[in-house]
């Protein structure tokens, strides 16, 4: 599968943004899909994960209450709604996809078989 993320940018603290992530491919409900940033110099870290039927979700205790990932399996899409953001939410964000991953392993980007190529926020104070 081939993974497509876009709607990064600029914002300011407070601000939102939306960033999408269109998969190719007739299996995307198949998959669990997530969300990885990486921030200069830092690892990549998970960010959220959804169910391949949608109906759970996980998140990076620094984003719960703010962020919120939904997928459309019509649309081949997984979406991460991101509110009240911070300067620390800063990075390049991935989206990344896997057919066979459990809930214990969802936090590891080892184990993810595919990655989309990243989209910049930036989020100034």
């Known amino acids: 599968v081939q993974l497509q993320a876009s709607g990064g940018g600029l914002v300011q603290a407070g601000g939102s943004l939306r960033l999408s992530c269109v998969a190719s491919?007739?299996?995307?409900?198949?998959?669990?899909m997530a969300w990885f940033r990486q921030a200069p110099g830092k690892e990549r870290e998970f960010v959220a994960a959804?169910?391949?039927?949608?109906?759970?979700?996980y998140y990076l205790d620094s984003v719960k209450g703010r962020f919120t990932i939904s997928r459309d399996n019509a649309k081949n899409t997984v979406y991460l709604q991101m509110n009240s953001l911070k300067p620390e939410d800063t990075a390049v964000y991935y989206c990344?996809?896997?057919?066979?991953?459990?809930?214990?392993?969802?936090?590891?980007?080892?184990?993810?078989?595919?990655w989309g190529q990243g989209t910049l926020v930036t989020v100034s104070s």
């Open positions: 990344a996809a896997d057919r066979g991953i459990i809930v214990s392993s969802m936090g590891n980007p080892d184990h993810y078989d595919y």
């Open positions: 491919g007739r299996t995307f409900s198949s998959y669990v």
């Open positions: 959804v169910s391949r039927g949608g109906g759970s979700t």
